[in-house]
């Protein structure tokens, strides 16, 4: 009877969720700015553009802010401002943010974020999900909002061993919803989130109600192989399927990044040496982000700030999560882009400046149960971080017909 007792007092305590709290020690803050001030910094750019990379003056901008007036404990108090909680999923401590809302029959949404991105990019979404009348919505709009780091990222486990990769996540993510007590739910999720999310749909667990997605998976495959091999367009597409077969084909030649950490993560000790360094690799992720970045550093606020730029680099550096995040990116063997076979119902709203505008012809194909399309006016690749009102808008659009 005792070992029965020991087994079962085991198995709870594996799937215990318990508080977590935002502390970072002094000393490892002192330790960042130190390392910051020590930067050694390359000469300047020998072009009048992006097209070598991040230019020097945007990386003093950020190295001047981030050593003289930036704030990490701002941030920190904004992250316990919402209840955070860890609980162990196959093995991997799993760190999540969970908002309950106070309006009745509130839908139950996990949200997944992408790379370089973490928790920070989602913040801005979850009073107008949780609290929808303070934010032009109804009661019957309300969300409970789940928003797990994945694995290797923020204060998630980091793997010791491979295999998670998109799918096991979205497996981990449905045991999570389950163990908070869901027995529905949707999904939504960008960059990363939207791959997870995707196979969340491709679980399609009895739970599952639908899923949201800002970058679709919706590139039929001839398209995408073309688009990678810099090939001319294919014959027969529209002018909106032109354009983004144009817009892929660009990402395709200047995702450099992910070519590396799909190959070779291990090697980038440097990002857990160098902040600077960190922060450059990291805003460095597609054009149009890296120029609204550049704008925040100019002074010129344009959906992202300052702060919001630092306190995504920052979490990344008090957690060493440089590598270990990067490592995501190897063990994916999904195309990125493609159709992966979804029945459920889907929602998908294309962002003008996502890495590829998905026209809805592509989004019909790639989802037979397409429940919403829509085009907003402003956005990029990071919706939740930069255009909140419109990702927030767009899902309480999307899945009203689900409730």
């Not at 079962?8 to 803050?29: G, H, M, Y």
């Not at 020998?46 to 050593?67: C, E, F, H, K, N």
């Not at 491709?202 to 039929?220: D, F, K, Q, W, Y």
């Given at each position: 009877?005792?070992?029965?007792?020991?087994?079962?007092?085991?198995?709870?305590?594996?799937?215990?969720?318990?508080?977590?709290?935002?502390?970072?020690?002094?000393?490892?803050?002192?330790?960042?700015?130190?390392?910051?001030?020590?930067?050694?910094?390359p000469e300047k750019e020998?072009?009048?553009?992006?097209?070598?990379?991040?230019?020097?003056?945007?990386?003093?901008?950020?190295?001047?802010?981030?050593?003289n007036s930036y704030d990490w404990r701002k941030a920190e108090a904004r992250l316990n401002s919402f209840p955070n909680f860890i609980t162990t999923i196959d093995g991997l401590d799993i760190h999540f943010i969970h908002v309950r809302s106070q309006h009745e029959?509130?839908?139950?949404?996990?949200?997944?974020?992408?790379?370089?991105?973490?928790?920070?990019?989602?913040?801005?979404?979850?009073?107008?999900?949780?609290?929808?009348?303070?934010?032009?919505?109804?009661?019957?709009?309300?969300?409970?909002?789940?928003?797990?780091?994945?694995?290797?990222?923020?204060?998630?486990?980091?793997?010791?061993?491979?295999?998670?990769?998109?799918?096991?996540?979205?497996?981990?993510?449905?045991?999570?919803?389950?163990?908070?007590?869901?027995?529905?739910?949707?999904?939504?999720?960008?960059?990363?989130?939207?791959?997870?999310?995707?196979?969340?749909?491709?679980?399609?667990?009895?739970?599952?109600?639908?899923?949201?997605?800002?970058?679709?998976?919706?590139?039929?495959?001839?398209v995408d192989k073309a688009a990678f091999s810099g090939a001319p367009a294919p014959a027969g597409l529209s002018d909106e399927e032109k354009r983004a077969y144009e817009q892929l084909e660009f990402v395709y030649r200047h995702v450099f990044y992910a070519f590396y950490m799909g190959s070779r993560p291990q090697t980038l000790v440097g990002l857990s040496d160098s902040p600077v360094g960190l922060a450059t690799f990291m805003?460095?992720?597609?054009?149009?982000?890296?120029?609204?970045?550049?704008?925040?550093?100019?002074?010129?606020?344009?959906?992202?700030?300052?702060?919001?730029?630092?306190d995504n680099v920052t979490l990344f550096w008090l957690t060493n999560t440089g590598v270990s995040a990067s490592r995501l990116y190897w063990e994916n063997k999904l195309a990125y882009f493609s159709p992966k076979g979804i029945t459920v119902p889907v929602a998908v709203s294309a962002f003008p400046d996502e890495l590829y505008q998905c026209p809805r012809s592509w989004a019909e194909k790639a989802y037979p149960n397409l429940i919403f399309y829509n085009n907003p006016k402003a956005g990029g690749h990071f919706a939740a971080w930069e255009q909140p009102k419109y990702l927030s808008d767009d899902m309480r659009t999307a899945f009203r017909p689900l409730r």
């Open positions: 009877m005792e070992n029965v007792l020991d087994v079962l007092s085991e198995v709870t305590s594996v799937e215990a969720i318990r508080p977590f709290k935002v502390n970072i020690p002094q000393a490892d803050l002192d330790d960042l700015h130190r390392r910051i001030l020590a930067t050694r910094l020998t072009v009048a553009d992006i097209s070598q990379g991040v230019p020097l003056a945007t990386v003093q901008a950020l190295t001047d802010y981030w050593a029959n509130a839908m139950p949404v996990i949200i997944t974020h992408g790379w370089p991105g973490s928790i920070i990019e989602q913040l801005k979404i979850i009073d107008p999900l949780v609290n929808p009348t303070a934010h032009g919505g109804t009661p019957d709009d309300a969300f409970d909002v789940v928003i797990p780091s994945m694995p290797g990222y923020g204060f998630s486990g980091k793997p010791t061993t491979t295999g998670w990769g998109p799918a096991r996540i979205a497996a981990a993510w449905v045991t999570l919803m389950k163990r908070l007590g869901y027995t529905k739910f949707v999904a939504q999720g960008g960059d990363w989130g939207a791959i997870v999310t995707d196979q969340i749909g491709v679980l399609a667990p009895p739970e599952l109600m639908g899923i949201h997605t800002n970058m679709p998976g919706a590139v039929p495959p001839e805003i460095d992720h597609d054009a149009r982000s890296l120029e609204l970045i550049m704008r925040s550093f100019d002074g010129k606020t344009e959906g992202l700030t300052r702060d919001d730029v630092l």
